[in-house]
Antibody, heavy 122, light 110 residues
Framework: QVQLVESGGGVAQPGGSLRLSCDVS????????MYWVRQAPGQGLEWVAV????????FYADSVKGRFTVSRDNDNTKVYLEMKSLRVEDTAVYYC???????????????WGQGTLVTVSS | QSVLTQPPSMSGAPGQEITISCSGS????????VYWYKQLPGTAPTLLIY???QRASGVPDRFSGSKSGTSAFLAISGLRSDDEADYLC???????????FGGGTKVTVL
């Protein structure tokens, strides 16, 4: 079955950096785009970034554009989220998630990891 | 502010039916599929409904989804105590080039 396991969360200072990873298994990874979605404490879900199956096309929410970079390793079935210039408002649980269809799929996630907590605080 | 609009809370007695709404726009729900999730505190969302009205594996037929224009609906019939949770909707946003979410509806079984 589909398994998504995030890691790399922790505490960072404002202006600092963190790199999140998501280990993926249970489906043909290279055929699917991958999302990062976050949830601030007590808040709703916010899409952060998508990297399409080709690894070339990437899109970001305005709130993280220019600070976060999404990438993928199709050989090792991993997705990454490099986060720089972190702000207090980036504090959230970060989930990696798989879209509901393959290739050029404009649909929400159908599977989620367990999430990793990122806390930005001085 | 969430892109999709849901009522913050709903409640019903055991055995009753409730219907949760999710309102969007022509560039979200109006042009794309809707997914629904159940989320318990401290856990990741789990898929209930995909592509407007398809139940995910293992989801009982007490849960049903529908869509009309720029709104979508999740009906839960035969309410049970273990239906207490947050329910979230999601769709694609053609303008953002990413998925968008509702703020969630907290369901309480009286």
């Amino acid at each position: 079955q589909v398994q998504l396991v995030e890691s790399g969360g922790g505490v960072a200072q404002p202006g600092g950096s963190l790199r999140l990873s998501c280990d993926v298994s249970g489906f043909t990874f290279r055929n699917f785009g991958m999302y990062w979605v976050r949830q601030a404490p007590g808040q709703g879900l916010e899409w952060v970034a998508v990297v399409w199956y080709d690894g070339i096309r990437k899109f970001y929410a305005d709130s993280v554009k220019g600070r976060f970079t999404v990438s993928r390793d199709n050989d090792n079935t991993k997705v990454y989220l490099e986060m720089k210039s972190l702000r207090v408002e980036d504090t959230a649980v970060y989930y990696c998630a798989k879209p509901g269809c393959s290739h050029d799929c404009y649909q929400p996630p159908d599977s989620w990891g367990q999430g990793t907590l990122v806390t930005v605080s001085s | 502010q969430s892109v999709l609009t849901q009522p913050p809370s709903m409640s019903g007695a055991p055995g009753q039916e409730i219907t949760i709404s999710c309102s969007g726009s022509s560039s979200t729900i109006g042009d794309n599929f809707v997914y629904w999730y159940k989320q318990l505190p401290g856990t990741a969302p789990t898929l209930l409904i995909y592509r407007n009205n398809q139940r995910a594996s293992g989801v009982p037929d007490r849960f049903s989804g529908s869509k009309s224009g720029t709104s979508a609906f999740l009906a839960i019939s035969g309410l049970r105590s273990d239906d207490e949770a947050d329910y979230l909707c999601s769709s694609w946003d053609d303008k953002l080039s990413g998925p968008v979410f509702g703020g969630g509806t907290k369901v309480t079984v009286l």
